[in-house]
């Protein structure tokens, strides 16, 4: 049997189910004939230049990222504008676009989960579960490290396991021992008081302000800003294995050439 743009926007959202998006959010199939033949799909964080680039010269006809291409609707779509030469990109090659954005954020197996493996988290459960629903699905993780360790120790842990260069550690004690973590990928501060009031007694995520920061080294906390980009580039490569499962004869290519817009300099 043939597989269709429906039929992968479909497996996605079975996944991560799109009524678990946050209100902002844009998910699902984007862009696409819902009934065109897909053999090769690529899978990326994000839906920039590089990664069009990437599935027009593999030759597939379908792209399902993380970010959606498009948080508000498009006034205008013209090649002077970036959002505008993407979209006209992706058209004129007849490239499908589906994401899976801060649903997946919430899906068992999605961007929290992988994180809350990496590092090894025990007794995991989401800091916000999905209402009504009692499978482990939800916003952000909560556990317990392998073992105790001090702040600074957790920010190493973090650049290893992530394999990033370095993060923004933000403690008033980075020799204090801590045991319970919590976590949200990419720009996640909106779930930490939840976490600390649940007992977190460290908390990783991305994109932290300087007055989240400035606040949290004033009320004792201990945060790791390991950046947005670090938490959840390795989703590519977990929804790539995903839809290999659902087909195996569909060519499906993660994209991982991306890399962090922000250099350490």
């Not at 959010?25 to 994000?46: M, S």
Request: glycine residues 8%; hydrophobic residues 45%.
């Amino acid at each position: 049997m043939e597989c269709t743009v429906r039929m992968i926007a479909d497996w996605m959202a079975e996944w991560a189910d799109p009524s678990w998006a946050e209100s902002y959010d844009n998910v699902g199939l984007l862009i696409g004939h819902e009934d065109a033949v897909v053999d090769t799909v690529v899978t990326a964080l994000d839906v920039t230049e590089d990664a069009i680039a990437y599935a027009v010269r593999e030759g597939a006809q379908m792209l399902v990222s993380h970010h959606p291409l498009l948080f508000h609707a498009a006034r205008t779509i013209v090649d002077s504008d970036r959002d505008g030469a993407r979209l006209l990109t992706l058209i004129e090659n007849h490239l499908a676009v589906c994401t899976a954005h801060t649903n997946m954020d919430a899906a068992l197996g999605g961007t929290n989960d992988i994180a809350a493996e990496k590092l090894g988290l025990a007794d995991v459960v989401p800091i916000i579960p999905v209402s009504g629903d009692d499978s482990g699905a939800g916003m952000g993780r909560i556990g317990f490290l392998p073992q105790s360790m001090t702040v600074r120790q957790f920010a190493e842990r973090v650049k290893d396991v992530f394999d990033i260069p370095s993060v923004r550690m933000i403690s008033p004690d980075p020799d204090a021992v801590v045991r319970k973590a919590a976590l949200c990928t990419g720009k996640g501060m909106d779930f930490f008081k939840p976490a600390r009031s649940a007992g977190a007694e460290i908390y990783l995520t991305g994109d932290v302000t300087y007055h989240e920061a400035e606040e949290a080294i004033a009320t004792g906390a201990h945060i790791i800003d390991a950046g947005h980009f670090g938490t959840e580039f390795p989703i590519a490569e977990a929804i790539a294995q995903y839809l290999q499962q659902q087909d195996e004869t569909l060519k499906v290519l993660p994209y991982r050439e991306a890399r962090d817009p922000f250099t350490v300099v």
